[in-house]
């Protein structure tokens, strides 16, 4: 069966632009979380869903980071006035469970590269 | 707040001999995860551990829980070239809400 995907799987962007990254996870899968990943480091959380609530966002780093996940499947992650600290490979996962007891899986991940 | 760290950051091995990596928490942890993430790829779950003191293994791959749950560990045995890659420990604290925290990874290279 298909994995989780994420779209763009590389994105460029000027700084001050806006971007928006798309996670599409295993279907049925109740929880979604958005990691950043910077290089040479392990993700670093972001914020978690449970099916369209969004049940804990105190990783993402500023006002200008925005994740929704309106009909509990696909999910959207938004920078708003990308900096270029915001260059990260940024990973989406999905689980069976609400709990995060369970494994995650892993998407291939969206290569933010802000110049 | 909570933190998870990792040691060594690097290992390099010959072929055949034995990698061992160390995940230590600040805090108590309710779970512990093992992922392994290739050059290029995205973390893969490998197991979890949930119980005081638990020992897990797969093939040559084993894992260890401590008594405290504060701190695990991955040995492998026989390294082979395809072990090669970063291995994550990442915990869940006492809070449950999922979220899982990442120690900094070891990064293994096998030489042939």
């Known amino acids: 069966g298909a994995g989780v995907s994420q779209s763009p799987r590389y994105k460029v962007a000027k700084r001050g632009q806006d971007v928006a990254l798309r996670c599409d996870p295993i279907s049925g899968h109740v929880s979604l979380f958005w990691y950043q990943q910077a290089l040479g480091q392990g993700p670093e959380f972001l914020t978690y869903f449970q099916n369209e609530a969004q049940l804990d966002k105190s990783g993402l780093p500023s006002d200008r980071f925005f994740a929704e996940r309106p009909e509990g499947s696909v999910s959207t992650l938004k920078i708003q006035r990308t900096q270029q600290e915001d260059s990260a490979v940024y990973l989406c996962a999905s689980s069976l469970m609400g709990t995060g007891w369970d494994e995650q899986f892993f998407g291939p991940g969206t290569r933010l590269t802000v110049l | 707040g909570q933190q998870v760290m990792q040691i060594p950051q690097y290992q390099h091995v010959q072929e055949g001999e034995d990698f061992t990596t160390y995940c230590n928490s600040s805090t108590t942890l309710s779970n512990i995860q093992w992922y392994k993430q290739r050059p290029g790829g995205h973390p893969v779950f490998l197991i979890q551990l949930v119980k005081s003191g638990e020992v897990k293994k797969q093939k040559r791959l084993t894992f260890q829980f401590g008594e405290a749950k504060k701190n695990s560990s991955l040995h492998i045995t026989a390294t082979q070239t395809t072990d090669v890659g970063t291995y994550f420990c990442?915990?869940?604290?006492?809070?449950?809400?999922?979220?899982?925290?990442f120690g900094q990874g070891t990064t293994l290279q096998v030489k042939p």
């Open positions: 990442a915990g869940i604290g006492s809070s449950n809400t999922g979220k899982l925290i």
